[in-house]
């Protein structure tokens, strides 16, 4: 398999994983590796607002309006 072949099987894993994904809750918590599989950045909305929640390269969150 060349590189772009790799690169595009790799993009339409990601998008079917985002587009059908369920994330298991128990009680009131989420593992964040859950919310992070397929990308390093999600985006939240809380009311009129949107917020960035992203993963950094040490492995620490980053939660941006």
């Known amino acids: 398999m060349d590189r772009d072949t790799q690169h595009d099987t790799t993009a339409e894993a ?3 994983t ?3 994904r369920h994330i298991a809750l128990t009680g009131n918590r989420l593992d964040a590796r859950d919310l992070f599989i397929a ?3 999600i985006t939240i909305a809380h ?3 949107t917020y960035r929640l992203r993963l950094t390269s040490q492995n620490k969150l980053i939660l941006t309006k």
């Open 14 to 16: 990601a998008e079917t």
């Open 18 to 20: 985002a587009a059908s």
């Open 47 to 49: 009311g009129d607002e």
């Open 39 to 41: 990308t390093r950045e």
